[in-house]
T-cell receptor, first 112, second 114 residues
Framework: AQSVTQLGSHVSVSEGALVLLRCNYS??????LFWYVQYPNQGLQLLLK??????LVKGINGFEAEFKKSETSFHLTKPSAHMSDAAEYFC??????????FGTGTRLTIIP | DGGITQSPKYLFRKEGQNVTLSCEQN?????MYWYRQDPGQGLRLIYY???????QKGDIAEGYSVSREKKESFPLTVTSAQKNPTAFYLC?????????????FGDGTRLSIL
């Protein structure tokens, strides 16, 4: 079955440290991949998307993600965490149909 | 600015009552979606519509109903048959369903039981 897995429902990093949020998917065909961010009591905002043009995708707010077909992964990274990065992050996948499948989310906490 | 407007921001439902959540978009998008968000469960698809006057059930449609009479509007009714309606509801739209086009989200409606 096609699925999306986000490892770690909660991640804490110190301000200035590397942020790494993990996303794996299960599919025999490379899908379209997205990362969204959600701040409290708000909707989701698109951070970046993978559309097969390049395996390393740069997004807003200094985030980037690398598509690794062999590992069926699309992990999100940011070299240096900022307090404003505290939010919930969702990986979403389109498996070639009309719907998006979302991971269960990772809540990112930044330690001052 | 173009975007998606959801109203109200907070809504309370009494037992046996139907309530309707509004979603309006001025992005000229064909596809619209309704999601339910519960803590630790991510987003679950309730209904979606790819074109006016047509819609399909998502993964958790029971106890909900929708209509799509206009391109810009996709209201969601939470009926009395939905026994656990307390959740955060998100509406989204995209220029096409599926594929590389991302979904754009409103700011949500938080529904609670009185």
């Amino acid at each position: 079955a096609q699925s999306v897995t986000q490892l770690g429902s909660h991640v804490s990093v110190s301000e200035g440290a590397l942020v790494l949020l993990r996303c794996n998917y299960s599919s025999s065909v490379p899908p379209y991949l997205f990362w969204y961010v959600q701040y409290p009591n708000q909707g989701l905002q698109l951070l970046l998307k993978y559309t097969s043009a390049a395996t390393l995708v740069k997004g807003i707010n200094g985030f980037e993600a690398e598509f690794k077909k062999s590992e069926t992964s699309f992990h999100l990274t940011k070299p240096s965490a900022h307090m404003s990065d505290a939010a919930e992050y969702f990986c979403a996948v389109n498996f070639g149909n009309e719907k998006l499948t979302f991971g269960t989310g990772t809540r990112l906490t930044i330690i001052p | 600015d173009g975007g998606i407007t959801q109203s109200p921001k907070y809504l309370f439902r009494k037992e046996g009552q139907n309530v309707t959540l509004s979603c309006e978009q001025n992005l000229n998008h064909d596809a619209m979606y309704w999601y339910r968000q519960d803590p630790g469960q991510g987003l679950r698809l309730i209904y979606y519509s790819q074109i006016v006057n047509d819609f399909q059930k998502g993964d958790i449609a029971e106890g909900y109903s929708v209509s799509r009479e206009k391109k810009e509007s996709f209201p969601l009714t939470v009926t009395s048959a939905q026994k656990n309606p307390t959740a955060f509801y998100l509406c989204a739209s995209s220029s096409e369903s599926g594929g590389i086009q991302p979904q754009h989200f409103g700011d949500g409606t938080r529904l609670s039981i009185l």
